[in-house]
């Protein structure tokens, strides 16, 4: 359990300014991540209703003590007493008169959504407000790019222990789980995603899961991996060479190292989203790799690891710019089918000047024994 973050004072009136855009009256959120980013709440059962004149936390029995010590003191707590569905408690809740509830329709499945119909009755109309909280997210407070920094830290710490040591001979499976078990005992809670630790032609498959198999001399390693620490994400890509590379690999990863310094150089305030990407796909097009560069070049990072915005091609020009406190991925790739895959990734901060780089580990070549 920890004390209620300071920054979580001024998001529920944050969230009021959004009501507007889909016209509600109260908005229930029952995304957990929403739901702890509002409150400070980290069970794994509590659901929030916001209005001008409402804070409301839901959790069950289970977890009373733990609302209680979280919770952001503003919020009226309930529980309810065996019932798992928390949305039972709903209408004591919100009394009788006509209503517009916001609910998020990207996380509500169709049956979730009769019975909430159902119970609720006639004069609640609910409406699909989806992403307001995700929108706040976006913009992250000195304590959330603390908490990330810190989280980044962590990770790159466990990389380079890992590194130190020979990883020829040594099977993806054994190095996934070191770099996850140092991670832990460093003090995070989990990795924030399954780890990619991929040798040679494996690398070109940009969510490949670590094999039994052993890294071999001369082949490219791909090495993605994040840490969970105080409800943050990490995410990093490194490639490193396992012993000697052939020529092309390495020429394959300066191209790559070059179109990443470039597009970090990109990432500012006011920036396109579509048009950070493109200066990476450029550079990497130009070299003949255009069609091997085949995901966008970066995503948000927060509570989870994969949040607005998103750096892509396939978000349409003008339609989502960079703003100070964004924090994002900057993570080109170039993937050769049956030979190699190389990435680089780091994460940064967008600031009113360059951006403030996140990860501390060295993008130079590193070859490891
Ligand atoms: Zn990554
Ligand atoms: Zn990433």
Redesign the pocket.
Known sequence: MSTTTPGIAGRADALLGLFDGPGIDLLLVSELVNVRYLTGYTGSNGIALIGPDKLAFVTDFRYVEQAAAEVDQRFERFHTAGAVDLTKKLPELLGSAPLRLGFDEEHTSVGAHRRLAELLGPQVTLVPAGGLVEELRRRKDAEEIAAIAAAQQLADAAFEALVSKPIIGRTERELALELEQDMRLRGASAPSFDSIIAGGPHGALPHASPRDVAIESGQLVVI?W?AMLDGYAS???RTVAAGEISDRARDAYELVLRAQVSALDAVRPGADCNAVDKVARDIITAAGHGEHFGHGL??G?GLE??ESPTLSLRVAPGADKLAVDDIV?V?PGVYLPGEFGIRI?DLVVVTDGAPRVLTSVPKALRVVD
């Open positions: 993605d994040g995410d990093c890509t970066g995503h990072v690891v994969h991925t993570e990734e």
